[in-house]
């Protein structure tokens, strides 16, 4: 007996079958855990979340929605990557309005371009940052994409240009003017 691969089990779970589901859980929980800690080591200081209480709240809002996962497995992933980037939002939302928007952290990008265990010390401000891809996804749907996928998702620039059906040279174009404008609308 086979057992099918993350692509074939993201087809049948779109197409309805609950079964599918359960048999998925295991093999893309670990990609999550990565996907999520990746984005937490980029979080300011301060932050609440942890990585398992991160995945579990993508995963809900994975299963709620049921995204069409006929795309495969890259795909998937980058849905999960801005349902991540969402939760993240939510929670510093939440942060900040139990705060009253005090402490805020001072916005910086450092963490799209240094190793993770950099990040934490020049940490992004989720929300900024949101508010920032949104103007920039206003302005060029591809670019704010590309962000997405690589910066929430840790995706490589050949998985990016796979889920965005994409060169790997037009990836690394789009990514480098997209951190050029988010690095100005944030300075």
């Known amino acids: 007996?086979?057992?099918?691969?993350?692509?074939?089990?993201?087809?049948?779970?779109?197409?309805?079958?609950?079964?599918?589901?359960?048999?998925?859980a295991p093999l893309?929980?670990?990609e999550l855990r990565r996907q999520a800690s990746r984005a937490l080591a980029r979080e300011a200081e301060g932050h609440t979340l942890q990585t398992t209480e991160l995945?579990?709240?993508?995963?809900?809002?994975?299963?709620?929605?049921?995204?069409d996962a006929s795309g495969g497995r890259v795909h998937f992933f980058g849905i999960a990557a801005r349902l991540i980037r969402q939760v993240l939002v939510d929670a510093a939302r939440a942060r900040h309005a139990d705060k009253r928007g005090g402490g805020v952290a001072h916005v910086t990008l450092g963490a799209l371009e240094t190793e993770a265990h950099d990040a934490r010390r020049n940490g992004v401000d989720v929300l900024a940052l949101?508010?920032?891809?949104?103007?920039?996804?206003?302005?060029?749907?591809?670019?704010?994409?590309?962000?997405?996928?690589?910066?929430?998702?840790?995706?490589?620039?050949?998985?990016?240009?796979?889920?965005?059906?994409?060169?790997?040279?037009?990836?690394?174009?789009?990514?480098?003017?997209?951190?050029?404008?988010?690095?100005?609308?944030?300075?």
């Open 55 to 67: 995945v579990h709240e993508t995963w809900m809002r994975l299963v709620d929605q049921r995204p």
């Open 130 to 187: 949101d508010d920032a891809l949104t103007q920039l996804a206003a302005l060029d749907p591809m670019q704010a994409r590309v962000v997405e996928l690589r910066y929430f998702a840790g995706l490589s620039v050949e998985e990016t240009a796979e889920a965005l059906g994409v060169s790997p040279a037009t990836v690394k174009r789009e990514w480098t003017v997209a951190r050029g404008w988010l690095k100005r609308a944030l300075g």
């Open 1 to 24: 007996m086979t057992v099918p691969n993350v692509t074939e089990l993201l087809r049948a779970w779109s197409a309805g079958d609950p079964a599918a589901l359960d048999a998925l």
């Open 28 to 30: 893309v929980y670990d």
